[in-house]
């Protein structure tokens, strides 16, 4: 069925309607006939990539402002890190031992969706990669909580599927993963980093470089887990060589559990000396 057009201009869901009707020939059943935005073909050719690139930015846009997001906190985090009710079946023992932040991004998500529903429920909603592991953690403690939260999954060979605890409102999918990690900032009031592999290191070191560089107004940035971060990555060996400036690394602070992060999110403008703004913050 047809949307009523908002202007006197025939819509386009009339035409694709009308097409659909037209008498079965050689000529209607040819690919270019085809109207060139239904046509699947044409807009996966090399040379539509700009359109395509274009349009998972507007759609997940356009959506989320129509439902009224305003600012959002993103979670990032391990796909591969189980419920600690699961942990047994964990791939290696240390994915075991990181289990407990499974509950951890579960109950900080719960915490903030609260006080999110405080505020009209559109202000600091979560939004998660959509996925397992912290992911679902994420998602699953904005339905503890009786709230929404966003997903935003990417067509991968493996761990494609988004939860079950996204809003399937507010559940989008991705081929490109620039675009996608533009979706993560462009709302961000904080950034909130649990344990995790590639996927997560790239989503935080891109939304740190990103703020280092000026591209980002700055925004409460927590790491869940010293241990193991100072374990992967020697945070003041990059100043002391120089590569980064000390000051850089005030642009994060660690934090181990829901309410420890809870408090840093409330005091990070005092603690800090830097104001907090919120609302979009990631340039265009």
């Known amino acids: 069925m047809s949307k009523k057009p908002k202007h006197p201009l025939r819509d386009a869901h009339t035409d694709i309607d009308a097409v659909s009707e037209v008498p079965v020939t050689p000529q209607t059943q040819a690919p270019t006939y085809r109207l060139a935005f239904t046509d699947d073909e044409f807009m996966c050719r090399d040379e539509l990539r700009p359109v395509r690139l274009q349009l998972e930015l507007l759609k997940p846009e356009l959506i989320l402002n129509e439902e009224g997001v305003i600012s959002t906190i993103v979670l990032f985090g391990g796909a591969r890190i189980p419920e600690p009710a699961h942990k047994s079946a964990a791939r290696t023992p240390k994915l075991a031992e990181l289990s407990h932040f499974y509950d951890e991004a579960r109950e900080f998500s719960r915490l903030m969706t609260l006080k999110s529903q405080e505020g009209g429920g559109r202000e600091g909603v979560i939004v998660t990669g959509g996925g397992p592991g912290v992911m679902e953690a994420g998602n699953r403690g904005a339905v503890d909580a009786g709230g929404v939260s966003i997903g935003l999954n990417i067509v991968l060979p493996f761990e494609q599927a988004p939860n079950a605890y996204v809003t399937p409102e507010l559940c989008f ?13 462009m709302r961000a009031k ?80 005092d603690r800090s000396a830097r104001e907090t703004v919120p609302g979009r913050q990631a340039v265009s």
Not at 173 to 185: D, E, V, W
Not at 224 to 231: K, L, P, V
Not at 248 to 254: A, I, V
Request: charged share 20%.
């Open 190 to 269: 904080a950034i909130c980093v649990f344990p995790g592999g590639f996927g997560t290191l790239d989503e935080t070191f891109e939304a740190l470089t990103l703020i280092q560089t000026g591209r980002m107004q700055r925004v409460p940035f927590l790491l869940f887990g010293r241990a193991f971060w100072e374990s992967i990555i020697n945070w003041n060996a990059l100043a002391d060589a120089g590569t980064i400036s000390a000051e850089d690394l005030d642009l994060f602070r660690f934090v181990e559990t829901a309410q420890e992060a809870v408090e840093a999110l409330e005091n990070w403008g």
């Open 173 to 185: 999918n991705f081929h490109y993963f620039g675009i996608r990690k533009m979706h993560f900032l």
